[in-house]
């Protein structure tokens, strides 16, 4: 049991890699370069036939993000996302072009007031949200900074006013050198000085 288990697991893997594979290969590099040479060469049938299918592609990549987790278990999944691939590129099925015109122009032509709206009111909403937010961050900065700076010249002003700063400044000074006369010292009693012959 455990070693048809792996089996079907490794399987399962091998279809996942062979499947991400292809999908960057066939699904964003070849049309990624097929659409440059359409720009280059300003072949406007290619460009509007790379359009259809980057619009196309763009939806089945939000919808493969969610059956990847759902209804990968399903036999042949990713060989089926490989061919349809296959139909959305290959110039004899023009699969993206049956489905831009059959499927998703009609969806959002019916939805597309729906969608505009939702997108300007989102777009509104996320900048009076960023406008707040940057006022609070400013203003809560200002006065951060400003704390910051009064406490610098505080501490500042303390220093320069202590005045056991310049006597710890001073008593580490080397002692001043002793005199260098000494005093005489006292003469004995009844001691004579003595006379020059």
């Known amino acids: 049991y455990f070693r048809n288990r792996r089996a079907s697991v490794a399987a399962a893997m091998f279809s996942y890699l062979i499947s991400r594979l292809s999908s960057q290969l066939l699904g964003t590099l ?7 040479k359409a720009i280059k060469e ?6 509007v036939r790379w359009m259809k299918y980057w619009t196309v592609f763009g939806f089945f990549q939000v919808l493969e993000t969610f059956a990847d987790s759902f209804i990968f278990w399903i036999p042949f999944y990713y060989e089926f996302k490989i061919g349809f691939l296959v139909f959305l590129i290959h110039p004899r099925f023009e699969g993206a072009d049956y489905v831009f015109r059959n499927v998703l122009h009609p969806t959002l032509d019916e939805h597309e007031p729906h969608i505009d709206g939702a997108i300007q009111s989102f777009s509104e909403r996320a900048r009076a949200k960023m406008g707040h937010a940057i006022t609070f961050l400013m203003q809560h900065s200002r006065g951060y900074i400003m704390a910051l700076l009064e406490k610098a010249l505080l501490e500042r002003n303390a220093i320069a006013n202590d005045p056991a700063a310049p006597v710890a400044a001073t008593s580490s000074a080397p002692a001043p050198a002793a005199a260098a006369t000494a005093t005489p010292a006292p003469k004995a009693a009844g001691a004579t000085p ?3 012959e």
């Not at 300003?42 to 460009?47: D, F, G, L, R, V």
Request: hydrophobic residues 30%; neutral net charge; proline residues 6%.
């Open 42 to 47: 300003q072949n406007a049938h290619e460009y």
């Open 30 to 36: 070849y049309p990624a370069y097929a659409s440059y």
């Open 194 to 196: 003595l006379k020059a």
